[in-house]
């Protein structure tokens, strides 16, 4: 059974950083893209970075150049990286694991991060 547990949500003034880790067990697999994704209140849930198991990175537009995404497979983590929060960045930051062969994706329980302006 996939577990996905996230820390280091938190509230932040604008300008300031804050770092998100999500360490996975049970059988991920060797090929997989890991990712966080975020969920303002009254919007759709939407991807904020995602990594793969080699290392290739894909951002939103909208993070670009403020966040980095990283992994570290032997401890199954993966991190975010957050410079520049602004408060548009509010929202509930999910971890999500997406299996090379399988139909469906493992989510966290979600992380709030609050930007204060």
């Known amino acids: 059974q996939i577990q996905l547990v996230e820390s280091g949500g938190g509230l932040v003034q604008a300008g300031g950083s804050l770092r998100l880790s999500c360490t996975a067990s049970?059988?991920?697999?060797?090929?997989?893209?890991m990712g966080w994704y975020r969920q303002a209140r009254g919007e759709q849930r939407g991807l904020v970075a995602a990594?793969?198991?080699?290392?290739?990175?894909n951002y939103a537009d909208s993070v670009s150049g403020r966040f980095t995404i990283s992994r570290d497979n032997d401890k199954r983590t993966v991190y975010l990286q957050m410079n520049s929060l602004k408060p548009e960045d509010t929202a509930v930051y999910y971890c999500?694991?997406?299996?090379?062969?399988?139909?469906?994706?493992?989510w966290g329980q979600g992380t709030q991060v609050t930007v204060s302006s």
């Open positions: 999500n694991l997406r299996r090379l062969g399988f139909p469906y994706d493992n």
């Open positions: 049970g059988n991920i697999g060797s090929v997989n893209t």
């Open positions: 990594i793969t198991t080699g290392g290739v990175r």
